[in-house]
């Protein structure tokens, strides 16, 4: 099939379809690597991720702003989302101390309340201390760097096996799209807390394992709304005028079907990201999530928790508002995103 | 009607064969719980004789065969650590995980409709809008951290209510329940909030959504046409109408509560299923692992199977619909 011809089909957007779909594939493997790689700090990989998600969100917002930053909450939670994905991605130039380096901590500065300086006075803990002398607002930058990345990079996975599995599922049709979809409903019908819960039972503590896990419970979420989407999709004119240029089955699928297919997810993605960041750290706080050399919030926020009764309520409380602005704002960012791009809701 | 109840049935008993499949070799890769049987300094003698006892020495198969037999006996093991049989010992924690989520299930209803018909009434207006971004952050804040915050603020910092435990119960229909003690149910308060929070920001958005599209529609005219009050359209007219889905929902969130009672049972040292399970995880306690989730299973599809019962009761179209096909 010659280029010129299908050029005419396409619509207008897709360049900026291919861009986004750069990003998003810039960010899926720059997250890969730093989850992989042991401490996280390849600057390049980081300043690629930041980019992509920059990309990503004006990619997504292009020509419709305006509609989005209707009210201030907009304003407040996409400046707040923003502030925390760079204290997450640049975690180890702004904090003031390294947790997870012994070299830096004193089990002298053990417990201390916020706002207390270290022995010699060249270091002030403005959220206080863990038991091991750890600086909190420094465990709370990395454990925010954890919990997001091992949120987004779980959603985009998960996102990209639904995504196949659900066309694959509209496009075989018959017995394979029942099996299929009876998977599914079998897999939707338990809630994710309990799946993942005894997955990591399984598998045992560890960054890679939660991951899997978290793919796992998601996945086929999205493997029901693609299917959804596209059976609607595949009965337009555009599939049939695809294959009456007799273009082949693979092309159709990728070429035309995939892309829109695509939009409806990103509303929920964005949500999904949130919830799994709350996933994640349930199942951290119960002891069966990230190790604990490379804690999330929720894991944070479970070591502070013996403490809080007595009265040190810093430990796990900080470590809890860091959690809660970053899925709040999440979700706030999320709720103007399906205002602004569902036009059915629109009143 | 018939045919579709036979056919649901059939579907439920597939869904417990897999399940018992999923489950037996999900636990089944669970550590070595021998380990956590015998002491490490036992001769490897006494670990063969301990594995033959369990029955752990014979091949996958076998166990899975044993297992599949047992269990269709309704005996899922015994408890390594407690020593009882592990469906007996999951009943005798399941009065506690039910009442709880039955107290949450209540408050969600009582805090999320009102808020959420008001919410829809008021959609434009600040109060509206107000609501509807409170409701954000209920489903954005993490039970776990809820119930943190309801202890420091109601148990460390006013101490008005205890934060672990069930306190006082009562014997009712041979359960032991904390709902009908006023100790009980002091205990009972924060859990059953945290639970709920989740769930009522749920049920506003349903009443919110629902009161939105019922307030446009003919018989909320005609009702203002007769002149009855704003209070009576919503809470009487408007409220019959929009009851059906966020009853649906809730019927099927009624299963995610119970499995969510996991996070908020092991805040408050709440004596279920749930703080079960976490115990049971972390000593490798298999037949308690695998009778929790076997008895999930029956507990979700008899949940489903009842919300597609109310939901024909309720909903006269949809009968209409399940018996002519």
């Known amino acids: 099939m010659s280029a010129p011809e299908t050029a ?61 930053f209707s009210g201030p909450s907009a304003y407040v939670a996409t400046a707040s989302l923003l502030v925390l994905a760079v204290l997450a991605i640049f975690a180890t130039e702004i904090s003031p101390q390294n947790p997870y380096d012994l070299r830096q901590l004193d089990i002298m500065d053990g417990r201390q309340p916020p706002g207390s300086t270290n022995f010699d006075g060249s270091m002030t803990y403005h959220l206080g201390t863990d038991e091991q002398g750890r600086d909190i607002l420094s465990g709370i930058l990395y454990g925010l760097r954890v919990s997001l990345s091992v949120s987004i990079f779980a959603t985009l996975a998960a996102m990209a096996i639904g995504v196949v599995v659900g066309i694959y599922a509209a496009w075989a049709g018959g017995r394979t799209d029942a099996i299929l979809m009876r998977i599914v409903d079998f897999q939707l019908s338990f809630p994710s807390i309990l799946v993942a819960l005894m997955l990591m039972a399984a598998f045992g503590r560890g960054l890679d394992k939660i991951v899997i896990a978290l793919i796992i419970v998601q996945w086929a979420y999205y493997a029901r709304t693609v299917r959804g989407t596209a059976l609607s999709e595949a009965r337009k004119d555009y599939i049939d005028a695809a294959r009456g240029l007799g273009l082949p089955a693979r092309r159709i699928v990728f070429g035309h079907l995939l892309p829109n297919c695509i939009p409806p997810l990103i509303v929920i993605s964005t949500v999904q990201v949130a919830n ?64 602004t791009l569902n036009p059915r809701l629109t009143r | ?158 101490q008005w209510l205890p934060s672990t435990g069930r306190g006082d119960t009562v014997e009712v229909l041979g359960m032991r329940l904390s ?71 809730l019927g099927l969130e009624l299963g995610s509560m119970i499995a969510f009672a996991v996070v908020t049972e092991t805040v408050f040292a709440w004596p279920g299923m749930g703080k079960l399970l976490i115990d049971s995880i972390l000593t490798l306690d298999r037949p308690v692992i695998v009778s929790y989730l076997m008895l999930t299973v029956i507990i979700f599809i008899i949940i489903n199977f009842a919300v597609d019962v109310i939901y024909t009761l309720l909903d006269p179209r949809v009968r209409v619909k399940g018996g002519a096909a």
């Open chain 1, 8 to 68: 005419m089909t396409l619509p207008t957007g897709d360049r900026w379809r291919r861009i986004n779909m750069a990003a998003g594939l810039g960010v899926a493997a720059s997250l890969a690597l730093l989850l992989t790689v042991e401490g996280a700090a390849l600057l390049p990989a980081r300043i690629v991720l930041l980019a992509g998600l920059i990309v990503l969100a004006a990619g997504l917002l292009r020509g419709r702003a305006r509609k989005f």
């Open chain 1, 276 to 339: 799994t960041i709350v996933l994640e750290s349930s199942l951290s706080f119960l002891g069966v999530g990230v190790p604990i050399t490379q804690p999330s919030l929720g894991l944070l926020i479970s070591n502070g928790y013996g403490y809080m009764l007595s009265g040190q309520y810093w430990m796990s409380m900080y470590p809890g508002v860091a959690l809660l602005a970053i899925v709040a704002s999440i979700n706030m960012v999320g709720d103007r995103l399906r205002d």
């Open chain 2, 1 to 158: 009607m018939l045919v579709f109840l036979l056919r649901r049935l059939a579907q439920s008993v597939f869904v417990m064969a897999a399940m018992m499949v999923v489950v037996f070799f999900g636990v089944y890769m669970i550590g070595n719980p021998v380990d956590i049987l015998i002491s490490p300094d036992a001769t490897p003698a006494e670990i063969d004789e301990t594995m033959a006892r369990f029955g752990f020495d014979q091949p996958v198969y076998v166990q899975f065969l044993k297992f599949v037999g047992n269990a269709l006996q309704g005996d899922l093991g015994r408890s390594f650590v407690h020593g009882e049989p592990a469906v007996q010992l999951i009943i005798s924690y399941m009065p506690a995980t039910l009442e709880l989520a039955a107290l949450g299930l209540i408050f969600s209803v009582l805090i999320g409709v009102p808020l959420g018909v008001y919410a829809g009434y008021k959609a434009d207006r600040w109060q509206g809008r107000a609501i509807m971004t409170g409701s954000i952050f209920g489903f954005s804040l993490p039970n776990f951290w809820v119930g943190m915050l309801l202890i420091l603020i109601f148990a460390v910092e006013l």
């Open chain 2, 179 to 249: 709902i009908f003690t006023a100790d009980g149910l002091q205990h009972m308060l924060l859990p059953a909030l945290t639970l709920a929070l989740y769930k009522a920001s749920l049920v506003t958005r349903l009443a919110r959504a629902g009161t939105q599209e019922a307030l446009v529609q003919d018989y909320v005219k005609f009702a203002r046409a007769k002149g009855l009050s704003e209070t009576r359209i919503l809470f009487v007219h408007v409220l019959k109408n929009i009851m059906i889905p966020i009853i649906t929902v």
